[in-house]
């Protein structure tokens, strides 16, 4: 995996997350690496808002089971408010059509089903960071 946010700098990916994808943050952080991942467990829906708000993740996996006061969705929209394109990637036990178009209506990254399974954890990761880095690579100013 090559994740560079910060080309200058080579800063690790910071992931927020929340929910069943924290069950698996240390294989995560084993396989992918320090050098590359950062992640941050958040504990309540004003606590994902805030380190959004205050640029501190670069994406985020959201858990539609979170004992949290908002459900997923709004808290989605809350999300788009704050910053419109940090990848979000939703873990949801939700299989009806209608869910899963506003879901992706409101720019998540992803919708991943539940239970969810370590492989498709990481290949959600690799997926968020080639995004990123390919959005940095267009930025960059060597491309100018």
Same mark, same amino acid.
């Given at each position: 995996?090559?994740?560079?946010?910060?080309?200058?700098? +080579?800063?690790?990916l910071e992931l927020v997350v929340s929910g069943e994808?924290?069950?698996? #943050?240390?294989? #995560?952080?084993?396989?992918?690496?320090?050098?590359? *991942?950062?992640? +941050? /467990?958040?504990?309540?829906?004003?606590? @994902? @808002?805030? %380190?959004?708000?205050?640029?501190?993740?670069d994406a985020a996996v959201l858990d539609d089971d979170a004992p949290w006061d908002v459900d997923? $969705?709004? &808290?989605?929209?809350?999300?788009?408010? %704050?910053? !419109? /394109? *940090?990848?979000?990637?939703? %873990?949801?036990?939700?299989?009806?059509?209608?869910?899963?178009?506003? !879901? $992706?209506? @409101?720019?998540?990254?992803?919708?991943? !089903?539940?239970? *969810?399974?370590?492989?498709?954890? $990481?290949?959600?990761?690799?997926?968020?960071?080639?995004? $990123?880095?390919?959005? &940095?690579?267009?930025?960059?100013?060597?491309?100018?």
């Amino acid at each position: 995996m090559v994740w560079a946010p910060d080309i200058e700098k +080579r800063s690790p990916l910071e992931l927020v997350v929340s929910g069943e994808a924290e069950d698996w #943050l240390p294989a #995560l952080g084993q396989i992918v690496g320090p050098r590359f *991942l950062h992640t +941050r /467990r958040v504990r309540s829906d004003y606590e @994902l @808002l805030e %380190v959004v708000r205050t640029g501190q993740a670069d994406a985020a996996v959201l858990d539609d089971d979170a004992p949290w006061d908002v459900d997923a $969705l709004r &808290l989605l929209r809350m999300i788009r408010r %704050v910053n !419109a /394109r *940090l990848p979000v990637v939703v %873990v949801t036990k939700h299989t009806d059509r209608q869910w899963l178009e506003d !879901a $992706l209506s @409101l720019a998540a990254h992803s919708v991943v !089903a539940k239970p *969810l399974e370590f492989e498709e954890l $990481l290949r959600q990761v690799h997926g968020v960071m080639t995004r $990123l880095a390919r959005m &940095l690579r267009q930025q960059s100013p060597r491309d100018r």
